[in-house]
T-cell receptor, first 109, second 111 residues
């Protein structure tokens, strides 16, 4: 199956610090999606990237798709306690979705 | 709209017992899927369906059966539960390969 590596597995930051999680693939991706899962909750869709080099922003969140469409990143500027959760990338290969293992973000007040 | 609903929320089974996890959506989505989530392993696709009457296997289908008789419902059946099936199960629906909407999940413990 499609292998999508996501790093780091865990990240602890002080409130106000920045946070970045990365997804990498050995093959070219047609698209990549990002999801957030709050503790005890279910994954919630954040965004989908399709174009090479694409950059999208949602308030303090910046999403990038690599030029070669083999990697992607999610960057959060000035983290807040509401950012706590696990962030997953996911790739869609036709009808099947493959998720990264996720990055668990802890924000220390 | 209720979105994606799942029942039950929690379930404890003994090894060898069978059960059905229910999933329903009211968004008229053609695509529905089942995932299991285990610590450190992300979400892994069990089975999926691209429409009523059509199902296919995902990454980890062994031990699970599905059917899709209506657009709204996509139940997941465990025929003979094993401890290795202890997990959190999520159902999701979407329009094709677009945004997936997840249900609240079912936490299953197999003893």
């Amino acid at each position: 199956g499609q292998q999508v590596m996501q790093i780091p597995q865990y990240q602890h930051v002080q409130e106000g610090e920045d946070f970045t999680t990365y997804c990498n693939s050995s093959t070219t991706l047609s698209n990549i999606q990002w999801y957030k899962q709050r503790p005890g909750g279910h994954p919630v869709f954040l965004i989908q990237l399709v174009k090479s080099g694409e950059v999208k922003k949602q308030k303090r969140l910046t999403f990038q798709f690599g030029e070669a469409k083999k990697n992607s990143s999610l960057h959060i500027t000035a983290t807040q306690t509401t950012d706590v959760g696990t962030y997953f990338c996911a790739v869609n290969t036709g009808n099947q979705f493959y998720f990264g293992t996720g990055t668990s973000l802890t924000v220390i007040p | 709209n209720a979105g994606v609903t799942q029942t039950p929320k929690f379930q404890v089974l003994k090894t060898g017992q069978s059960m059905t996890l229910q999933c329903a959506q009211d968004m008229n989505h053609e695509y529905m899927s089942w995932y299991r989530q285990d610590p450190g392993m992300g979400l892994r696709l069990i089975h999926y369906s691209v429409g009523a009457g059509i199902t296919d296997q995902g990454e980890v289908p062994n031990g699970y059966n599905v059917s899709r008789s209506t657009t709204e419902d996509f139940p997941l059946r465990l025929l003979s539960a094993a401890p290795s099936q202890t997990s959190v199960y999520f159902c999701a629906s979407s329009w094709g390969g677009e945004t997936q909407y997840f249900g609240p999940g079912t936490r299953l413990l197999v003893l």
